[in-house]
């Protein structure tokens, strides 16, 4: 496992969430934990959910055109065969993020560690890739996602790339609940194939 060795390191910790293999029909890819006091995507949240990718995420999945989950709930989220893991686990200040964001269209610098932690679940699932982070990082250890450079936030995106398995859109926590539903809508769109309800 690469990743910086602390303690608090997602990658360090737990890693992901595990799904049956049976079951897995999709991997989201997200960019990073956030700093050290930034809550865990799986960590149960009381009251108000303070993870808001996770929140936009729930919520988009669950009233997308026909449901691809039953409910905005963690549960539901993994019974229904979907695992989100991060491009870099390692917890970081946010100006740190706003780096890597800022060179991930450019080869150079790499990103810290690398995204080898993605590449069991790449093979076995469509892949929604969210942000530029997560784009470098599955860019790396896929040899069949497509190198693109063009801006995220704007068309084509969000969609599917040339016919492959992988979904490409913006980073769901700079967004509204609302614009995460309608990439949630086009991500179940994309693949009528594999992300059927109750598939």
Known sequence: MNCCGKPSCVGHVR???????DRLRCLVVGENPGDERSMYFYQPADGRD???????????????ALALISAPTLEAFRAAGFLFDHAIRCHMPFEQVEIYRRSADRPMPPLPGNAEHLRPFLAEATVSVMGRIARKAVGSVAEDFPIERDPISKPPYPCRLRSTKYFVSRYLSRISRNRAATICCALRDSFPEFLTPGG
């Open 50 to 64: 303070p993870v808001r990718v996770r929140s936009n995420l729930l919520h988009g999945l669950t009233v997308a």
């Open 15 to 21: 890693g992901c969430d595990t799904v049956d293999p």
